[in-house]
C-alpha cells in the first residue's frame, strides 16, 4: 500500500513563505503524475500545482491564482515531492494534500496538512 506523508504546513502571517514537503513510502518513478490540492473550509477541494511526466520530459501545472508565487519540485532520490509558497495570502489557506497518480490510473492521497495565514 502507498502511503504519502505531508509536512511543513503551519500558520504564517500574509506575504510569508511556507514549504510543504510530501514523503512516499515507494519509488515516486511509478507515479505519471504527483501534485498539490487544497481544500478550504466549505469549499471543493482543487488543484494548486502538478507535475506530470512523460518519458523523459516534467511539465509543470498551476492554478492561476498560484502561478508566479508557487513552485512544485521533486527529488527521485528522497522519493519527495515538494511545494515552495511564497506571498502568501489569506485566501491560500486550506488543508493541503499530496496525490499520486500511477500510469495504471491508481490515485493516492496523503492525510492533509494544514496551512493557515493570518495576522
Known amino acids: 500500500q502507498v502511503q504519502l506523508v505531508e509536512s511543513g504546513g503551519g500558520l504564517v502571517q500574509p506575504g510569508g513563505s511556507l514549504r510543504l514537503s510530501c514523503a512516499a513510502s515507494?519509488?515516486?518513478?511509478?507515479?505519471?503524475?504527483m501534485g498539490w490540492y487544497r481544500q478550504a473550509p466549505g469549499k471543493q477541494r482543487e488543484s494548486v500545482a502538478v507535475?506530470?511526466?512523460?518519458?523523459?520530459?516534467?511539465?509543470?501545472t498551476y492554478r492561476d491564482s498560484v502561478k508566479g508565487r508557487f513552485t512544485i519540485s521533486r527529488d527521485n532520490a528522497k522519493n519527495a515531492v515538494y511545494l515552495q509558497m511564497n506571498s502568501l495570502k489569506p485566501e491560500d489557506t486550506a488543508v493541503y494534500y499530496c496525490?499520486?497518480?500511477?500510469?495504471?490510473?491508481?490515485?493516492?492521497w496523503g492525510q492533509g496538512t494544514q496551512v493557515t495565514v493570518s495576522s
Open positions: 496525490n499520486a497518480v500511477t500510469n495504471t490510473g491508481a490515485t493516492y
Open positions: 507535475l506530470n511526466s512523460g518519458g523523459t520530459t516534467t511539465y509543470r
Open positions: 515507494t519509488n515516486i518513478f511509478r507515479f505519471k503524475a
